[in-house]
């Protein structure tokens, strides 16, 4: 009886070791991705906010209701914008009229508008 009553106290010791080398080593571990990601997350939100133009096209394929619009993804530049309505005529407009458009700058959703406000619009 006694053996096995040693025989847990050394398991228990055993386990204890055990556990302590896991904690230190998640320890360690939650210390590098600290100390690793958080410059990084840092750098991908500076990038972010500084990275410039972003353009983006509306296009209303009936000029004369200009509530239902086509919203392209984000562009670099308004040429890439201007490329993108081409494409939107050739599918909707391909006489070439009748339809009416805008490439914005730097837009962001306006809850309180419920639409896109852009720094600039160009056609």
């Known amino acids: 009886m006694i ?11 055993t386990a204890k070791k055990v556990t302590e080398r896991i904690i230190g080593t998640i320890t360690i571990l939650l210390f590098k991705a600290i100390l690793i990601g958080l410059p990084c997350y ?23 209701n200009l509530a239902y619009n086509l919203q392209s993804p984000e562009f670099k530049s308004l040429e890439e914008c201007r490329f993108w309505v081409n494409s939107q005529v050739a599918i909707y407009n391909p006489a070439g009229y009748g339809y009416d458009y805008e490439c914005g700058k730097n837009c962001k959703f306006n809850k309180d508008f419920e639409a896109y406000v852009c720094k600039e619009t160009i056609k």
């Open 42 to 64: 840092a750098t991908i939100f500076l990038l972010n906010s500084i990275k410039g133009e972003r353009w983006q096209g509306y296009y209303y394929p009936n000029e004369d």
């Open 3 to 13: 053996k096995s009553f040693n025989n847990i106290i050394e398991t228990l010791k």
